[in-house]
């Protein structure tokens, strides 16, 4: 079964379109599907629309959140409640075109987990399209995942990777990323992109920014996330170490001239005095940020969380089966 997750705000122009075209798109595939829209706070009529859409189609689920909690946020709500082995994420502003779904399905088969759009001619005003080329490039390159459009409104995935990755924040864009990094296999397919008819965009500068800060943190999360120290630790004792040089030189020049005689002048004056105490201090204060990172991480992260099972076989399959896959399971770290 396929699930349609639609996260929405402010979009009642285009629901009724939207709906009618999934549909369509979805008729000729001969597999149940159901649509799940996620209503975000919206302050026009978006939650009216969904409301009559759902008492005239049974296949159309609505959720209401409270306010405003962001497409991350709306895409969890929507794929909590999402009753399908294959998810897939739409925006609902009619800029993606339903009628790609049976080809994103098809490309799926093939052997992929996940399936990315890619708006090969994306039809948005250039401060929009320039801003986002500058984004994809960083993102495939900081995190190696090489995809032409993180941002696409268009993703299908199984169930099983939304069952291990977390969205929050503005992470919905890195779900190729975050599942690329437990395994799971990624591509993408072109897509036909729409200009926007109704409504306006919420994306602006702001949240652009935040994709930023999103990809440091995706990095840290994928790269280190089970080791913090790693990457604080030997951050901090680089620093730690060149301040440790630089004061040993020093209290060896106050050596030279107090008790030994030599006039090397006053250290209190260089600049060294100063670069090294900074240098130690940072380089202490990482390690121990490492330390405590990794103390978080021994007791609050979860065994299921730091690898990915593909497959099973034999007793162990049996046993696996009892419990549910994404469950907290005991750790096994000591501590
Ligand atoms: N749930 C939810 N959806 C949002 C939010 N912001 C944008 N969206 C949806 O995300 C999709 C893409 O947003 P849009 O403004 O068109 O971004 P653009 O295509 O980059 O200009 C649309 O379907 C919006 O309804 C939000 O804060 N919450
Ligand atoms: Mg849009």
């Known amino acids: 079964m396929l699930s349609i997750i639609v996260p929405v705000f402010d979009e009642e122009e285009s629901l009724e379109t939207l709906h009618r075209q999934m549909v369509e798109a979805c008729g000729t595939l001969g597999e149940p599907m159901e649509m799940v829209f996620v209503d975000d706070g919206s302050s026009d009529g978006s939650w009216n ?3 009559t859409l759902s008492g005239r189609d049974p296949s159309v689920s609505g959720i209401r959140l409270r306010r405003n909690f962001g497409k991350a946020a709306a895409l969890t709500a929507g794929i909590r409640a ?68 993180h941002n696409c409104g268009l993703k299908l995935f199984r169930a099983e990777v939304a069952g291990e990755i977390r969205l929050y924040g503005e992470l919905h864009r890195f779900i190729p990323v975050l599942a690329d990094a437990r395994g799971f296999r990624v591509t993408e397919v072109p897509v036909n992109h729409r200009p926007r008819r109704f409504g306006r965009s919420k994306y ?24 913090p120290q790693h990457i604080l630790g030997g951050f901090g004792l680089l620093l730690f170490a060149l301040g440790f040089c630089g004061l040993l030189f020093l209290g060896g020049i106050w050596c030279g001239t ?42 609050t992260g979860k065994e299921a969380e730091t690898f990915s099972v593909a497959e099973r076989a034999g007793p162990a399959a049996a046993q696996a089966s009892i419990e549910p896959s994404n469950a907290p399971q005991k750790s096994v770290k000591s501590v």
Do not use: C
């Open 49 to 51: 629309v969904i409301r």
């Open 82 to 149: 999402a009753k399908g082995d294959l998810i897939l994420t739409i925006d609902a502003d009619l800029q993606d075109d339903p009628a790609e779904i049976p080809r994103m399905l098809a490309k799926l088969r093939e052997g992929f987990d996940v399936v990315n759009g890619w708006k090969l001619r994306r039809l948005d005003p250039w401060h929009k399209v320039y801003p986002s080329r500058v984004f994809n490039a960083a993102v495939s390159t900081i995190t190696g995942l090489k995809l032409h459009d």
């Open 204 to 227: 602006g500068v702001r949240r652009f920014a935040r994709g930023f800060l999103d990809l440091l943190t995706v990095k840290f999360l994928t790269g280190f996330g089970e080791r």
């Open 258 to 299: 107090h008790i030994f005689g030599a006039d090397f002048g006053p250290i209190g004056t260089r600049p060294l005095l100063a670069y090294s105490i900074a240098a130690a201090l940072l380089g202490a204060q990482a390690l121990s940020l490492g330390l405590l990172a990794e103390l978080l991480v021994a007791y």
